[in-house]
């Protein structure tokens, strides 16, 4: 038996199910990228504020790229999906039914998809397609011309595939239509997410029209929002876990992730917006203080025990927390290193720190490393390379584990763990990297050849002496040592640096 609305009566009494009348729940928001994050995170606001607030405001989930699967998954269960709460052996469930519609670029067409978008009712689309969705360049955070997909859409513009592409169609069909504009959510992990989709939906609206790109500048709306709750790639035995839960009914589109969530919304929207404060949500005029909080301690601590975990052999994050090491480096850096480059205010960051790690104890989360690991030249700029930017410019010569962050992501897409193991590499930019990998020594020459990624590293810290200098010690320490030593042997010079600070 499939979930669906006939067979919410047969799930287990601890299930939460909707209460609402999904009836009279409205498409109002279009939401690309129908994934595991949105699911957990924003889809779980939504209900819940349905279910207290008798809120109407409704989805309809959009796959452009892949993911086929889910969307033909969630049409056959009438728009129905489970959530899974993983608290160590602790498993709470809820269905969602938020979702009113669902489509795929590949399966209905573009076209329709562009439909949906130019309703009137149509106030918000709303994204999670990971940092490569945004067809940008980090080192400029605009638009990236030469992405195939970009290419395509100035070629072919009432055809869009790229998520800037369909926003731009659709916006010059309201246009034409004499609509009013939506509102234009990223929730997708990027500091200040809506200026980068601002600026690369802009940047190729004048492709097409400057009046165009004129229209949308003086009337879409591009908030920010910081969002946080660790939502693991699900694996079959989370899946079998999800069945247990719903008492042996299946839900392919089901997810599970921790218990906490958080979700920081600039409170700026053209066409109004559900009332998500009065779940949880904090609305907020200036997210990026928050946001780079969480891209520098959390997310930054993530990539650090990603890379470093997995040349080391551990699988998932709570793995490495059984590392006194890692975790004693982990601390460090957030509160040595990251929060001192921070400027959010009213927020005790040694709790934040603490409470991080508690939360990547979790058991029950199974975080893949690997997964963490993927598509790392668009996630250490904001999560490591901006802070140690912030130290460079400040004179600061106290960033050690930032430049082991750094150095191990090189070791990583050298593509051999500390075992001798060969590591299947993710990342947009794979074939560059090979490259330069296959073609430079496994020395200080691999570090010279990386750094000249410029979309990566820009080209200010490849000249910075000292910023070369770590990273390439670090690299030749892991080559030489392994993950595990070289951790072990930097803790211990902190250890060493705090007692003599303290005599």
Not at 125 to 141: D, M, R
Not at 430 to 448: C, G
Not at 485 to 500: D, H, M, W, Y
């Amino acid at each position: 038996m499939r979930l669906s609305n006939q067979t919410l009566s047969q799930l287990p009494k601890g299930v939460v199910v909707p209460t609402y009348d999904r009836s009279k729940i409205k498409t109002k928001i279009v939401h690309l990228g129908f994934g595991a994050f949105h699911r957990a995170h924003q889809a779980v606001y939504t209900d819940i504020l349905a279910t207290q607030h008798d809120s109407d405001w409704g989805y309809c989930e959009v796959n452009l790229i892949g993911g086929e699967a889910q969307i033909q998954d969630l049409k056959q269960q009438d728009c129905l999906f489970s959530v899974c709460e993983m608290s160590y052996d602790n498993w709470n469930t809820r269905v969602v039914g938020i979702a009113k519609e669902a489509l795929h670029a590949d399966i209905n067409g573009i076209q329709k998809v562009l439909a949906v978008m130019t309703r009137p009712e149509i106030a918000i689309v709303s994204i999670t397609v990971t940092e490569k969705g945004y067809c940008y360049l980090p080192s400029t955070a605009s638009i990236d011309t030469n992405n195939p997909l970009i290419s395509h859409d100035i070629s072919y513009p009432y055809a869009p595939k790229s998520v800037p592409g369909v926003i731009v169609e659709a916006l010059r069909l309201r246009k034409e239509q004499g609509l009013k504009p939506f509102t234009v959510m990223s929730c997708d992990n990027m500091p200040e997410n809506g200026h980068v989709t601002r600026n690369v939906v802009l940047a190729l609206a004048k492709q097409r029209d400057p009046d165009l790109a004129q229209w949308i500048n003086d009337n879409v709306t591009f908030p920010s929002t910081m969002v946080d709750r660790i939502v693991p790639a699900a694996t079959p035995e989370t899946m079998v876990k999800i069945n247990k839960q719903l008492g042996g009914i299946d839900d392919p589109a089901g997810i599970a992730g921790e218990p906490f969530r958080q979700w920081v919304i600039e409170d700026n929207f053209v066409a109004g917006r559900p009332q998500w404060q009065k779940v949880g949500a904090e609305l907020v005029n200036d997210v990026l203080p928050y946001e780079e909080m969480k891209l520098r301690m959390l997310n930054g601590s993530h990539s650090f025990f990603a890379y470093l975990g997995y040349l080391a052999g551990y699988l998932h994050i709570d793995e490495c927390m059984q590392d006194n090491n890692y975790v004693t480096a982990a601390r460090h850096l957030m509160l040595n290193e990251q929060a001192t480059t921070l400027r959010v205010k009213d927020v005790d960051l040694s709790a934040y720190a603490d409470s991080l790690l508690d939360r990547y104890r979790n058991t029950g989360l199974k975080h893949r490393t690997w997964q963490i690991a993927m598509d790392g030249t668009l996630k250490l700029p904001q999560r490591m390379l901006d802070s140690i930017r912030y130290h460079v410019a400040n004179n600061n010569t106290a960033f050690d584990c930032l430049a082991l962050g750094v150095a191990a992501w090189m070791r990583y897409v050298s593509g051999v763990d500390d075992a001798g193991k060969s590591i299947e590499v993710s990342d947009p930019s794979i074939m560059q990297i090979n490259e330069l990998v296959a073609n430079s020594a496994d020395d200080e020459n691999r570090v010279k050849a990386l750094l000249s990624l410029t979309h990566v590293f820009g080209s200010d810290l490849p000249h910075n002496q000292l910023f070369v200098d770590k990273v390439t010690n670090a690299y030749l320490a892991l080559r030489d040592l392994g993950a595990k030593q070289t951790v072990k042997n930097l803790t211990e010079l902190f250890s060493t640096i705090n007692a003599t600070n303290n005599n």
